[in-house]
Structure formats: structure tokens, C-alpha cells
């Protein structure tokens, strides 16, 4: 009788403990009358002032380009005597490009490092905020003094003498951004913007690069000093 008793203890410690590793969804539901768990996300502090906080100047641009990045080329033609230095890049997980008109998909590597580094963290971000996985677009990368040339005759504050001509340096629009769902509601873009903009900060504080709020082209311009 007594042996009994303890194989049917057995048996019922064997059931309790398949109950326990398996069904997670009815083991680990809330007992009647206890709320469920809310899912905890960070706020959305953004950044107070754009212009303010991302005020690196041309010439320091400039001067970190011309220290990390490649000799500027005259046309497209000599990207090919550049091309043990320079990267070319194309639209990935972390981020989607614009057609280029006036830019080639060139980068040097650091520059490509620091593109795919924003591009994963701003995805963290927003999934730590609780908002759609989106992609950052980049909207210009290498520029050659031909398509400077292009460039000036359209747009009068196009510089000549732009960090853009060393392969460090790319823009990323604020306006826009890619939803990885296109068929899911649209997330508000201002809350993408202070979202990025908080990405661009911390890296910019950790020495990653320098960033110009383009207020006219609606983008960061970004250089790296990696
Ligand atoms: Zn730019």
C-alpha cells in the first residue's frame, strides 16, 4: 500500500513538472483578478536644438576628412584609382539609399562602420521605445568635383569645397524614413526624427563623428572621425 502511494507521488511530480516546461502560454499566465505585465519602453526625450546640438562647421568636417578619407577625384571615371580605399555600399537591413543623382555609393570603410552602426542603433531604439522598425535613408555619399559642379548650378549653397569629396562623409535624411511594414499605420515622423537624433548625439559625444543639421536639405551631415 504504501509503495502505492509513493509511485502515484512520483507520477504526480513527473505531471507538474511537464506542466511547468511546457505551454508557456497558459504556466505563465496571470492569475484571475492580477493585471498582466505591461511592457516597460523608454521615453522619447529627443533633442532640444537641432542646429544647436549637431553645429559641427564645414572646416572641421573638412579637416577630419581630409585626415581619414581619400584624395577628392575629378569625375566618376577615377573612382577606379580609388578603389582599394573605398567601400561601395548598398541599401542592407540597417539602412535604405535614395537613387543617387549627384553622389556615387562609395565610403571609406570607417565611414561605412559608422553608417551601419546609426542604421542598428537607431533600430534598437525605436524597439526600445516601442515604435516600428524603420530604416534610415541615406541620401548622398561621395561626391566627385564633377558632381559638385552639377550640384552648384542647381543649389546655390552647394560647397565646392565639401567633405563629401573624400569618401567620409554621407547624409541622412530626418524626413523620411523606411517602414520595414509598409502595410502597418505609419509612425509619426517627428517621433523618428528625436529618435535618430538621440542616436546621432551619443555617437557624436563618443567622438564617432561630427554632424551639420542640414535645415534647407533635410538631413544630418555626417563625417567620421573613426
Ligand atoms: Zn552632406
Not at 578619407?69 to 542592407?92: F, H, K, Q, V, W
Not at 526600445?128 to 549653397?157: C, F, M, W, Y
Not at 548625439?201 to 567622438?207: M, N, P, S, W, Y
Not at 563623428?209 to 563625417?223: A, D, L, P
Request: net charge positive.
Amino acid at each position: 500500500m504504501v509503495r502505492k502511494w509513493v509511485y502515484a507521488g512520483v507520477l504526480a511530480l513527473a505531471v507538474a513538472a511537464c506542466c511547468s516546461c511546457g505551454g508557456r502560454g497558459t504556466a505563465e499566465a496571470a492569475p484571475a483578478g492580477v493585471a498582466e505585465p505591461r511592457a516597460v519602453y523608454n521615453k522619447i526625450l529627443g533633442v532640444r536644438n537641432f542646429q544647436r546640438t549637431f553645429n559641427d562647421r564645414n572646416d572641421v568636417h573638412l579637416s577630419a576628412a581630409v585626415a581619414k578619407g581619400i584624395t577628392p577625384l575629378g569625375d566618376r571615371e577615377e573612382a577606379a584609382s580609388a578603389a582599394e580605399r573605398l567601400l561601395r555600399i548598398a541599401p542592407n537591413g540597417y539602412y535604405a539609399m535614395d537613387s543617387l543623382a549627384h553622389s556615387i555609393p562609395y565610403l571609406v570603410p570607417s565611414a561605412s562602420v559608422l553608417l551601419t552602426k546609426i542604421g542598428g542603433n537607431f533600430q534598437d531604439s525605436l524597439a526600445a521605445k516601442g515604435l516600428p522598425e524603420h530604416r534610415i535613408i541615406v541620401t548622398s555619399v561621395l561626391r566627385t568635383k564633377r558632381d559638385a559642379q552639377r550640384l552648384s548650378r542647381r543649389n546655390v549653397n552647394a560647397t565646392l569645397n565639401s567633405a563629401h569629396f573624400y569618401g567620409t562623409t554621407f547624409d541622412v535624411s530626418y524626413r523620411r524614413f523606411e517602414p520595414a511594414d509598409t502595410a502597418a499605420a505609419a509612425a509619426d515622423p517627428w517621433k523618428l526624427k528625436m529618435v535618430l537624433a538621440e542616436v546621432l548625439r551619443d555617437l557624436r559625444k563618443k567622438e564617432w563623428c561630427y554632424i551639420k543639421y542640414e535645415v534647407k536639405q533635410g538631413c544630418f551631415h555626417i563625417t567620421t572621425r573613426l
